[in-house]
């Protein structure tokens, strides 16, 4: 069984932090993504990987960054956290020789800035 | 501008009923659709996809239809079951760009007893 997970399922934070987000595959997936959820926008892109040390913007990523240091790890890195950064962020991972239906998903962390 | 709209924010159906949840798309490049299912505090699972070759894919009680014309997709869930009460959200990608998966806002469903 795939398994993609997040280091914390609840975080709390204050305006200005810098907050580490970590998802792990054990999978040997090459591609891996974070996603944000709020409620009336979906789930939005904010960065994917396609190999280690790639990094592609999605479409939301202001105030974010990431890592890809090692293949089955990837991570979100809020550089000063906001309060409009509130939200479940949620990270996947797909292998490039399958079908998108293969994009696995974490559990989700859901961050709140104070 | 939105590429993926599902513009139904929710839908309530009675259990045994047909729930239908729609979903239509911008992008004629897309070749590719899915339909995930997400509970509270859980990662969306993967539910049914379609190909553009196709206009119909069949999973037990899940149903996906796709009208190229129209770029226009739906989920048929028959029968409903409170089980299947869930945000669901359509998704849609260039595969053969190998382009990320682009996402609706999602339908929550709810289906009563």
């Known amino acids: 069984d795939v398994k993609v997970t997040q280091s914390s399922r609840y975080l709390v934070k204050r305006t200005g932090e810098k907050v580490f987000l970590e998802c792990v595959q054990d999978?040997?997936?090459?591609?891996m993504f974070w996603y944000r959820q709020d409620p009336g926008l979906g789930l939005r892109l904010i960065y994917f990987?396609?190999?280690?040390?790639?990094?592609e913007k999605g479409d939301i990523p202001e105030g974010y960054s990431v890592s890809r240091e090692k293949k089955e790890r990837f991570s979100l890195i809020l550089e000063s956290a906001s309060t409009n950064q509130t939200s479940m962020y949620l990270c996947?991972?797909?292998?490039?020789?399958?079908?998108?239906?293969?994009?696995?998903f974490g559990p989700g962390t859901r961050l709140l800035v104070l | 501008d939105q590429q993926v709209k599902q513009n139904s924010p929710s839908l309530s159906v009675q259990e045994g009923r047909i729930s239908i949840l729609n979903c239509d798309y911008t992008?004629?490049?897309?070749?590719?659709f899915l339909w995930y299912k997400k509970y509270p505090a859980e990662g969306p699972t993967f539910l049914i996809s379609i190909s553009s070759i196709k206009d119909k894919n069949e999973d037990g009680r899940f149903t996906v239809f796709l009208n190229k014309s129209a770029k226009h997709l739906s989920l048929h869930i028959v029968p409903s079951q409170p089980g299947d009460s869930a945000v669901y959200f359509c998704a849609a990608s260039d595969w053969q760009a190998g382009t990320a998966l682009i996402f609706g806002k999602g339908t929550t469903l709810s289906v009563s007893s």
């Open positions: 999978m040997d997936h090459e591609n």
């Open positions: 992008n004629s490049m897309f070749d590719y």
């Open positions: 996947a991972s797909l292998s490039s020789g399958s079908g998108a239906e293969t994009q696995y």
């Open positions: 990987s396609y190999d280690v040390k790639m990094k």
